[in-house]
């Protein structure tokens, strides 16, 4: 059964301390992994598509890295708009995603 | 992005009703939409697998005749949750692959409240 688990569960950073959210995965076969923010009560906002170990993606303060069993977002020097729930997702195939139970940051000023 | 919407955003109806959720792609064509569910403070879980032209796959556990799936066109697909309960209270999302599939992007969910 494919398992998706992310760590910590909740983070809370001052504004300008930089961290990194894990997720590990086990799985039968990895199409994907997929990082998504979500705002309370709204639907998750794409981030990033990772698909083989070793790859990297950039976008603002953030920075998603994977390898053959986990990967990371690092957020550097966040701001207060960066608080969310960030969520790990993995594509095994079936295009459908399977879920972690997410990371909640809070960043304050 | 790909844009996906949902309606209606939110929804409070009385036990025993039937509620329907219409999920679009309003910028590209989905051959194929995936609806989720997400209780408070818990992640998103997947409950079936819309497809055009075809019947809906749903994950097990989840009852067919409840939740009734129609994907009537490339860009529009809706789940009617039938006899809804207390019980079916939550947040649903639908989601949508882009062309090439490397990508879901999500609508903006429908809070559902069943008194």
């Known amino acids: 059964e494919d398992q998706v688990t992310q760590s910590p569960e909740a983070l809370r950073l001052q504004e300008g301390e930089s961290s990194s959210l894990n997720c590990s995965y086990t799985?039968?076969?990895?199409?994907?992994l997929f990082w998504y923010r979500q705002d309370p009560g709204k639907g998750p906002e794409f981030l990033f598509t990772?698909?083989?170990a070793g790859e990297e993606k950039e976008k603002e303060r953030l920075k998603a890295t994977l390898t053959k069993k986990e990967s990371f977002l690092h957020i550097t020097a966040p701001k207060p708009e960066d608080s969310a729930t960030y969520l790990c997702?993995?594509?095994?195939?079936?295009?459908?995603?399977?879920f972690g139970s997410g990371t909640r940051l809070q960043v304050q000023p | 992005g790909a844009v996906v919407s949902q309606h209606p955003s939110w929804v409070i109806c009385k036990s025993g009703t039937s509620v329907k959720i219409e999920c679009r792609s309003l910028?590209?064509?989905?051959?194929?939409m995936f609806w989720y569910r997400q209780f408070p403070k818990q992640s998103l879980m997947l409950m079936a697998t819309?497809?055009?032209?075809?019947?809906?796959?749903?994950e097990q556990g989840v009852e067919k005749d409840k939740f009734l799936i129609n994907h009537a066109s490339l860009t529009l697909s809706t789940l009617t949750v039938t006899s809804a309960h207390p019980e079916d209270s939550s947040f649903y999302i639908c989601?949508?692959?882009?062309?090439?599939?490397?990508?879901?992007?999500f609508g903006p969910g429908t809070r559902l409240l069943v008194l």
């Open positions: 819309s497809n055009e032209g075809s019947k809906a796959t749903y």
């Open positions: 990772l698909y083989s």
């Open positions: 997702a993995v594509d095994t195939g079936r295009r459908a995603l399977t």
């Open positions: 989601s949508a692959p882009d062309r090439g599939q490397e990508t879901q992007y």
């Open positions: 799985v039968s076969g990895l199409r994907g």
């Open positions: 910028d590209f064509q989905a051959t194929t």
